[in-house]
């Protein structure tokens, strides 16, 4: 089955520590997304990836980083610098970053406490 | 100021009727895609329809249809014959240029659907 995967569903964290969530895909798509969800709201654009080894910022990239080594993998790591990373997490992929839908994971929600 | 205005927080429709979901959006680009995904309890954002901005006909997508008024800005969703799996939240979505833009999906807040028996 084609598809995105996040792992785990649910992550618990004390503050003060990186936590990184995990985003693979086997659908062969060049780009890949990560954004996040606080409730009652819309998604917000932490990072994208038009292709491997290259990632650009999205609209709240602060104490948040990736990496885009493998076609397959897009890691966010929530740092410690993120002043409220409490959130739900969700990763998506699309063949180009053109006129594409994107493709969405499950999606992680992080508790940090 | 909101590049997605999605203004009905929450709408309820009775099964077997149709309901409209009302999106509009602010660009000065003359080449961008609308989107909807709708999001179930579970979490997982699903693809339902886009739009281009020079689509000359509304898309469909079985159930779903997209009344594109590009003069007004506006990409209002219609479900047909609404079932009760139909519940979750919808979220209209905008990218900006076509072809070398950054890609990125801008979210409204979501309007929130219930279908009642």
């Known amino acids: 089955d084609g598809g995105i995967t996040q792992s785990p569903k649910y992550l618990f964290r004390k503050e003060g520590q990186n936590v990184t969530l995990s985003c693979e895909q086997n659908l062969n798509h060049d780009a890949m997304y990560w954004y996040r969800q606080d409730p009652g709201q819309g998604l917000r654009l932490i990072y994208y990836s038009q292709i491997v080894n290259d990632f650009q910022k999205g609209d709240i990239a602060e104490g948040y980083s990736v990496s885009r080594e493998k076609k397959e993998s897009f890691p966010l790591t929530v740092t410690s610098a993120q002043k409220n990373p409490t959130a739900f997490y969700l990763c998506?992929?699309?063949?180009?970053?053109?006129?594409?839908?994107?493709?969405f994971g499950p999606g992680t929600r992080l508790t940090v406490t | 100021a909101q590049k997605i205005t999605q203004t009905q927080p929450g709408m309820f429709v009775q099964e077997k009727e149709a309901v409209t979901l009302d999106c509009t959006y602010d660009t000065s680009d003359q080449s961008y895609g609308l989107f909807w995904y709708k999001q179930p309890s579970s979490g997982e954002m699903i693809f339902l329809i886009y739009q281009g901005s020079y689509d000359e006909q509304n898309a469909t997508e079985g159930r779903y249809s997209l009344n594109f008024q590009k003069a007004r800005k506006s990409a209002n969703l219609v479900i047909s014959a609404s079932q009760l799996g139909d519940s979750a939240m919808y979220f209209c979505a905008m990218r900006e240029g076509v072809g070398g833009s950054q890609g990125n999906l801008i979210f409204g807040k979501g309007t929130k659907l219930s279908v009642k028996p």
């Open positions: 998506a992929s699309s063949i180009g970053t053109g006129a594409y839908e994107q493709y």
